[in-house]
């Protein structure tokens, strides 16, 4: 009986204890979980005295309450934002003031970055282009009844042959215009007695706006000769175009060769092949008539014959409206097959540059951007003095700054090389009827900003 007296005591505290810590676990829930109705309250209450009744009759000790398995834990913050919010503190006004400052001299720099870039192409560039191709690629001129040409549709060498005499000739020289201009008396006066370099250029007008700066040029890329593994009708065989196989002579029927710089000339990407070569090259010249006897004699000779791989046409205009430089290159294909594939390019770049830009407003704007540049040069080489060259270098954004800095500066390289090459253009197409290659240009323009191509 003692015993039994002995251990209802500690029956009870044992419950006392299970039920004080049950009522504990349960007000905590209670806090966690979201605010309900008046039925589903009624609902837990009920539950909450069937619970601590059960508890109540227990006689296992319990120090800490099970967790429910349907109670949700709160989110937890995502590491990156914890590393976020500990690396952006700022304590003083002075640092959310400097920090301020900094914020809106880079709002300010991406503005003038945003406007220089759109400067770099205009819409006259594209419209230029679009109608050139209209013009040369996509026209179809009547050669005889029911029979047409155009560029698009050259299959064989003979099309390429009739494209240059009956569409090609007649599209450039159509519109050829003499190099007289009437004064306000009604005076006729000749224009290349003028002091601007390109007003002596007049003589060579085409589509009474366009300059060409120099006669075309036809150039012609040719294989050697291989020997065929059966050759049962066929006493040689030609390969695919590759640096390999490429055919070097001196000349090849009357037309010399000349390397890739020697033709100002730049690599180009084909549908088949990638070209970085010169070729043989045929000088045409502003006379219609005497074009028409050499592509005749060419045509009468084979220039193009089994050996060719690529035979382009090209020019360069200059429109006086807009101050562009366009090059356009029309260029036949023919793979080992036998066919020939058309293609045609067209790229345009602005004649004046950051030294040279008549409109005062894009010189300032180019001026402020520049004191920009030199603003973060001067603060990355301080950054870089007081941390170190190895600490700077660990942050991804230091790198990205210590490589977006020399291109800027690059592009004011380019600047200065693009107002000398201009110049030295319009010097050499005013003394010289050759043709003018601005490829390099052009190359150039291209990898400064976005394409002009169409």
């Not at 950054?383 to 990205?400: C, M, P, Q, T, V």
């Amino acid at each position: 009986m003692d015993t039994q007296q002995q251990e209802q005591p500690s029956a009870v505290s044992i419950g006392g204890q299970v039920s004080q810590a049950a009522s504990q676990w349960i007000n905590v829930m209670e806090i966690a979980a979201p605010p309900a109705t008046e039925e589903p309250q009624v609902e837990a209450a009920q539950q909450k005295g069937e619970k601590k009744g059960k508890l109540e009759g227990l006689k296992i000790p319990l120090e800490h309450p099970r967790p429910s398995r349907w109670r949700r834990k709160p989110p937890k913050a995502p590491k990156a934002l914890k590393k976020k919010t500990t690396q952006i503190l700022y304590t003083t006004d002075e640092q959310v003031r400097d920090a301020l400052l900094e914020f809106l001299v880079f709002i300010v720099f991406l503005t003038l970055t945003s406007l220089i870039t759109l400067t770099v192409r205009s819409p006259y560039m594209f419209y230029f282009n679009d109608t050139t191709k209209k013009l040369f690629v996509t026209r179809s001129l009547v050669v005889a009844p029911s029979v047409s040409n155009c560029f698009e549709n050259i299959v064989q060498v003979s099309d390429w042959y009739d494209y240059l005499i009956y569409n090609f000739l007649i599209t450039l020289h159509g519109d050829m215009t003499a190099d007289e201009d009437e004064d306000e008396d009604g005076a006729k006066t000749n224009s290349l007695g003028g002091s601007d370099p390109i007003e002596k250029l007049r003589a060579r007008r085409f589509m009474y706006e366009n300059l060409l700066l120099g006669p075309p040029r036809l150039r012609q890329i040719r294989v050697s000769k291989q020997r065929c593994h059966m050759g049962w009708h066929f006493d040689a065989c030609y390969d695919d175009y590759s640096r390999g196989v490429e055919e070097r002579n001196e000349s090849h029927k009357g037309s010399e060769y000349r390397s890739m710089r020697e033709a100002e000339a730049t690599p180009f990407w084909t549908l088949l092949a990638y070209y970085s070569t010169g070729g043989y090259t045929v000088d045409l010249t502003y006379d219609k008539e005497v074009n028409l006897r050499k592509i005749h004699e060419l045509k009468t000779i084979h220039w193009l014959d089994r050996s060719t791989r690529l035979c382009l046409v090209e020019f360069n205009l200059f429109n006086e409206n807009t101050d562009i430089f366009q090059s356009v290159k029309l260029i036949a294909e023919i793979p080992a097959s036998g066919v020939v594939l058309p293609q045609a390019r067209m790229q345009t770049v602005k004649k004046y540059s950051f030294f040279t830009d008549p409109d005062p407003k894009q010189t300032l704007l180019y001026i402020v951007w520049y004191l920009m540049i030199v603003y973060y040069t001067v603060i990355e080489i301080n950054e870089l003095r007081l941390s170190g060259f190895r600490a700077h270098f660990k942050s991804f954004l230091n790198i990205l700054e210590c490589f977006l800095l020399p291109i800027c500066y690059l592009a004011l390289a380019y600047n200065i090389w693009h107002t000398v090459e201009v110049e030295s253009l319009v010097s050499k197409a005013q003394r010289k009827e050759v043709y003018q290659s601005i490829d390099v240009l052009c190359f150039l323009t291209t990898l400064r900003g976005p394409p002009g191509d169409n």
